[in-house]
């Protein structure tokens, strides 16, 4: 009974293959929406004023970044919890592919969202005499609370981790 329960605990991990498929069909759907601006930008770029060039440009960062971390999440997530990439050789091969365990993803992710978000309180300072001094204001503590929580995920990693370091 227990063989049986262990096996069935450890081929449900497969539940999560499904779900990172979607993580690659949201990526189609990200790119499909970079370049509907990327056509908008071509057409209007002569016409449009400098602040508004640098707003698109950001938001076209702010998807590439988004990109990257769909791609980072959904294949170490892969390889880390469901089974291995088998990539030929021969075949081009991601430099951090196996080598991104879960701590090294969260850490990776967090410093992603920092960056989304620094992006995100950039068009939001260019863009003030649309928001309210208020809204600023927690934006910046919003983006604030991310760095910290940032920061402190690295630490508490590197705390933990210490001892297995040093015996390295």
């Known amino acids: 009974m227990e063989k049986t329960i262990e096996r069935l605990l450890f081929a449900s991990r497969w539940i999560l293959a499904p779900i990172y498929l979607g993580m690659s069909l949201a990526l189609v759907a990200l790119g499909i929406k970079f370049f509907m601006e990327l056509y908008h930008l071509m057409f209007h770029v002569v016409e449009m004023a400098e602040s508004d060039l640098v707003l698109v440009l950001l938001a076209m960062v702010d998807m590439v970044l988004v990109g990257s971390l769909i791609i980072m999440v959904m294949f170490s997530g892969y390889e880390n919890f469901v089974s291995r990439l088998d990539v030929?050789?021969?075949?081009?091969?991601?430099?951090?592919?196996?080598?991104?365990?879960?701590?090294?993803?969260?850490?990776?992710?967090?410093?992603?969202?920092?960056?989304?978000?620094?992006?995100?309180?950039?068009?939001?300072?260019?863009?003030?005499?649309?928001?309210?001094?208020?809204?600023?204001?927690?934006?910046?503590?919003?983006?604030?609370?991310?760095?910290?929580?940032?920061?402190?995920?690295?630490?508490?990693?590197?705390?933990?981790?210490?001892?297995?370091?040093?015996?390295?």
Do not use: Q
């Open 88 to 168: 030929e050789e021969g075949t081009e091969k991601l430099g951090w592919l196996g080598k991104l365990d879960a701590n090294s993803l969260k850490l990776k992710v967090a410093s992603s969202i920092v960056a989304i978000s620094s992006i995100h309180l950039l068009r939001a300072f260019m863009e003030v005499p649309g928001h309210k001094s208020e809204s600023l204001f927690w934006y910046v503590i919003i983006h604030l609370t991310f760095v910290v929580s940032a920061v402190m995920m690295g630490v508490l990693d590197r705390i933990s981790f210490a001892g297995h370091r040093h015996k390295d």
